[in-house]
């Protein structure tokens, strides 16, 4: 049996003439009474009902018949939280019934007919429970004492609460239990990691049914039942641009095949680090012995450094429910840029050296022929040996193995071009001053282009 104020038949043997207008307890909070399910909607349940509580109708009896009936002996049925029995007795009232049955209630507990009344043969004495539930309306949690028999019941009394009404089961480990059957007589929907699943009988509590379905608990993962035509007419909005007709067809199926639905959600708890570039610096040092025309000189290289966010976010079935800031700050520091300049300055240059008239025998032996005479008019003074600083460091004998030799970094098809024999490293330095200057007077600054203008000469 499940909600007495559904049928209007008698109560515990009342006459068709007694007053059928049923005492409803209400829902409170977890200091009011326990609250009855009262729903039309449950009256299309193939499960057997409750009888209607009789009204108050005073029969008058007198007292010799009282007596005797009290004494006589009956047959009632018994319900006691669903359990269904039938009684023999000679108990002249619900009160005695209950006592001689040892069925103890509470004060938010539910007795119909109440204790007081007397107890007549071919009644029904229906008992039901009062449980503190914990439920979620809108978002909103909180617990009331409910006398439902089932989680159907429960739902179906609350549903004047809240568009989204659900019973919250409580979590303990790997377990989850209510204090209340999912559904009496019927079986339950169990819908868990995007599949739903029937199982078959709904009285035999969560754990057993999600064993039976083989859904494990994770330790965070929350459990709640809600009815299964509210969980439809989502799943239908979601995939009516899918497939509408399909999406609306599966979930009317789902939900007329068993009204409640057993709902695992898959919570996971993570700390996601986001890392955001610092950008370094850069620094110029000085060096004294560096020329300071000179371009800096990179040192060391820089690097950026890492600023790193951590948040603790919790996802419900893969979507983000909340996120919270755990720790921010830099953890990889940037690495400066060092440039060096120089401060040192260039030394005058020194007086022009005279090179001495080589003896016709000596021209001849050495196989070279005289330096061209050079215009020197257009070189200002002490460029040559600026020129010479800038390609090879002042150096008359530099042999960089790339072609280039000597202070002005001669090749040699233009060394052999302007006279010179050998290598032009192997010359002194006022011979290759002298084929530069003779080169120079031919073809220009031109002849070094990076040196000549960097020193203003091109």
Same mark, same amino acid.
């Not at 057997?48 to 509580?53: C, D, E, H, K, N």
């Not at 000679?90 to 007397?118: H, I, K, W, Y």
């Not at 790193?308 to 976010?313: A, E, I, K, L, Y």
């Not at 071009?417 to 200057?437: D, K, V």
């Given at each position: 049996?499940?909600?007495?104020? =559904? @049928?209007?038949?008698?109560?515990?043997?009342?006459? #068709?003439?007694?007053?059928?207008?049923?005492?409803?307890?209400? #829902?409170?909070?977890?200091?009011?009474?326990?609250?009855?399910?009262?729903?039309?909607?449950?009256?299309?349940?193939?499960?057997?009902?409750?009888?209607?509580?009789?009204?108050?109708?005073?029969?008058?009896?007198?007292?010799?018949? &009282?007596?005797?009936? !009290?004494?006589?002996?009956?047959?009632?049925?018994?319900?006691? $939280?669903?359990?269904?029995?039938?009684?023999?007795?000679?108990?002249?009232?619900?009160?005695?019934?209950?006592?001689?049955?040892?069925?103890?209630?509470?004060?938010?507990?539910?007795v119909v007919p109440d204790v007081d009344s007397a107890l007549r043969g071919g009644g029904d004495v229906v008992v039901r429970y009062g449980r503190e539930v914990p439920v979620q309306v809108d978002g909103s949690q909180s617990s009331v004492w409910l006398t439902a028999l089932d989680a159907d019941e429960a739902l179906t009394t609350l549903a004047s609460r809240g568009?989204?009404?659900?019973?919250?089961?409580?979590?303990?480990?790997?377990?989850?239990?209510?204090?209340?059957?999912?559904?009496?007589?019927?079986?339950?929907?169990?819908?868990?990691?995007?599949?739903?699943?029937?199982?078959? $009988?709904?009285?035999? !509590?969560?754990?057993?049914?999600?064993?039976?379905?083989?859904?494990?608990?994770?330790?965070?993962? @929350?459990? =709640?039942?809600?009815?299964?035509?509210?969980?439809?007419?989502?799943?239908?909005?979601?995939?009516?641009?899918?497939?509408?007709?399909?999406?609306?067809?599966?979930?009317?199926?789902?939900?007329?095949?068993?009204?409640?639905?057993?709902?695992?959600?898959?919570? /996971?708890?993570?700390?996601?680090?986001?890392?955001? &570039?610092?950008?370094?610096?850069?620094?110029?040092?000085?060096? &004294?012995?560096?020329?300071?025309?000179?371009?800096?000189?990179? /040192?060391?290289? %820089?690097?950026?450094?890492?600023?790193?966010?951590?948040?603790?976010?919790?996802?419900?079935?893969?979507?983000?429910?909340?996120?919270?800031?755990?720790?921010?700050?830099?953890?990889?520091?940037?690495?400066?840029?060092?440039?060096?300049?120089?401060?040192?300055?260039?030394?005058?240059?020194?007086?022009?050296?005279?090179?001495?008239?080589?003896?016709?025998?000596?021209?001849?032996?050495?196989?070279?022929?005289?330096?061209?005479?050079?215009?020197?008019?257009?070189?200002?003074?002490?460029?040559?040996? &600026?020129?010479?600083?800038?390609?090879?460091?002042?150096?008359?004998?530099?042999?960089?193995?790339?072609?280039?030799?000597?202070?002005?970094?001669?090749?040699?098809?233009?060394?052999?071009?302007?006279? %010179?024999?050998?290598?032009?490293?192997?010359?002194?330095?006022?011979?290759?001053?002298?084929?530069?200057?003779?080169?120079?007077?031919?073809?220009?600054?031109?002849?070094?282009?990076?040196?000549?203008? /960097?020193?203003?000469?091109?």
């Amino acid at each position: 049996m499940k909600n007495p104020f =559904h @049928r209007t038949a008698d109560a515990a043997g009342a006459p #068709e003439s007694a007053d059928t207008n049923p005492q409803t307890p209400f #829902e409170t909070s977890t200091d009011g009474p326990a609250e009855s399910p009262q729903s039309p909607a449950t009256t299309a349940r193939r499960r057997r009902r409750w009888p209607l509580v009789a009204g108050a109708t005073a029969v008058v009896l007198l007292a010799t018949g &009282a007596v005797a009936y !009290g004494n006589a002996r009956k047959t009632v049925q018994l319900d006691v $939280d669903g359990q269904i029995t039938t009684v023999t007795t000679f108990a002249g009232s619900v009160e005695g019934l209950l006592a001689e049955q040892e069925v103890a209630v509470g004060d938010r507990d539910l007795v119909v007919p109440d204790v007081d009344s007397a107890l007549r043969g071919g009644g029904d004495v229906v008992v039901r429970y009062g449980r503190e539930v914990p439920v979620q309306v809108d978002g909103s949690q909180s617990s009331v004492w409910l006398t439902a028999l089932d989680a159907d019941e429960a739902l179906t009394t609350l549903a004047s609460r809240g568009s989204d009404v659900r019973l919250v089961a409580s979590r303990s480990g790997e377990r989850a239990s209510l204090p209340i059957r999912l559904d009496a007589d019927g079986p339950v929907n169990v819908v868990a990691d995007g599949e739903t699943k029937v199982a078959p $009988d709904g009285s035999i !509590g969560i754990d057993a049914i999600l064993d039976q379905q083989g859904v494990q608990l994770g330790d965070l993962d @929350r459990v =709640h039942v809600e009815k299964s035509d509210q969980i439809a007419a989502a799943q239908a909005d979601a995939a009516a641009e899918a497939a509408p007709a399909a999406a609306t067809e599966d979930a009317e199926a789902a939900a007329d095949a068993a009204p409640v639905s057993l709902v695992v959600q898959r919570v /996971k708890v993570e700390e996601v680090p986001t890392t955001t &570039a610092v950008p370094f610096e850069t620094v110029t040092e000085e060096d &004294a012995n560096r020329f300071k025309d000179l371009d800096p000189a990179v /040192k060391q290289e %820089g690097a950026d450094g890492v600023h790193t966010t951590v948040h603790r976010v919790t996802t419900v079935d893969g979507v983000e429910e909340s996120r919270e800031l755990v720790s921010e700050g830099v953890t990889t520091p940037p690495v400066n840029k060092i440039l060096v300049q120089g401060t040192k300055e260039r030394p005058k240059p020194e007086p022009k050296a005279t090179t001495p008239q080589r003896s016709s025998s000596s021209s001849s032996s050495s196989g070279a022929s005289p330096a061209p005479a050079a215009d020197l008019g257009s070189a200002p003074e002490g460029v040559w040996s &600026a020129l010479a600083q800038c390609e090879s460091g002042g150096n008359p004998a530099t042999n960089t193995g790339n072609g280039y030799y000597g202070l002005y970094q001669f090749s040699l098809p233009t060394w052999r071009a302007m006279g %010179g024999s050998g290598l032009p490293s192997e010359a002194s330095a006022a011979e290759q001053t002298q084929r530069a200057q003779a080169l120079q007077a031919r073809s220009g600054w031109g002849q070094w282009p990076a040196c000549a203008r /960097k020193l203003g000469l091109l």
